[in-house]
């Protein structure tokens, strides 16, 4: 389980810094979920309402590595993501404070209410480019498990999240599903994450036919090469079975392989 620290244990200089820009904060609200950042706050500030703060001490390389990555993203995603009000590095801890979004986890399951916010967000994202710093590859994430010609079909120029689990996808108020948590972006086709989303719907109890009926929604899967979503199935599966094993990847690798028997002409079932 990842460490969560508590604003009262949090060194007084960090807090002294995040007042100066926020006022003081009234009350604060650790959140449980997630597994990246030891830091996870809503705080409640007087000059700045509700901010959710998140952070890693500075000797957590790895963590800081992927809170910078968010903040030099953050312009990008705006479109998608809760916006930066601030950033603190000091006195060991490096965190950013986003727009609080009022809101929940999205509920993937059979008979849930937030598809259609998801796919707005969804069809958002397949306009995210490339931002002006370097971002690997989706096919990086495959080195070794892939087969000749493979890394080409999977090369692309669109930003894609990689992780829309349901901690990752919040509901607003509003109804607007937001996509936070961008630690770990990658560049590929832009259908990816909605195959990715795909998945995660049969993982939680809906159908493989409800999963690609709601995916047949997503305008650049209906414009996918099905060689590529082919090569994309292949390798995420052998990469499962590697870390795995075949026991142990069987259940996710056929929600995967399900993908391929999306009903519409350009995709084929496959034998």
Not at 161 to 186: L, S
Not at 217 to 225: H, K, N, V
């Amino acid at each position: 389980m990842t460490e969560r620290v508590e604003w009262e244990e949090l060194p007084a200089e960090f807090r002294d810094a995040v007042e100066r820009h926020t006022g003081p904060v009234i009350t604060s609200e650790s959140v449980a979920s997630g597994f990246n950042c030891t830091l996870a706050l809503v705080v409640h500030t007087r000059d700045s309402g509700r901010l959710f703060l998140k952070g890693v001490r500075l000797s957590d390389t790895v963590g800081a590595a992927g809170l910078l990555c968010e903040e030099q993203l953050n312009d990008v995603v705006g479109c998608v993501s809760p916006a930066i009000r601030h950033r603190f590095e000091t006195a060991g801890w490096l965190a950013l404070a986003f727009i609080h979004v009022d809101g929940r986890h999205v509920d993937y399951g059979p008979g849930t209410g937030d598809l259609g916010a998801v796919t707005r967000t969804m069809r958002r994202m397949q306009y995210l480019r490339a931002p002006v710093f370097p971002v690997p590859q989706l096919a990086d994430r495959f080195a070794g498990h892939l087969k000749p010609g493979e890394a080409d079909m999977l090369h692309g120029a669109h930003l894609l999240h990689t992780d829309t689990n349901p901690h990752n996808i919040m509901i607003g108020g509003g109804g607007q599903a937001y996509v936070v948590d961008w630690a770990m972006p990658a560049l590929g086709p832009p259908w990816v994450d909605a195959a990715y989303t795909a998945r995660w719907l049969m993982s939680f109890g809906q159908t493989p036919a409800d999963a690609l009926a709601w995916l047949s929604g997503i305008p650049s899967w209906q414009q996918a090469d099905p060689r590529t979503v082919e090569a994309f199935v292949d390798v995420t599966c052998r990469q499962a079975v590697a870390q795995v094993g075949e026991r142990g990847s069987a259940t996710t690798n056929a929600q995967f392989r399900h993908l391929l028997d999306t009903p519409r002409p350009r995709l084929f079932r496959r034998t």
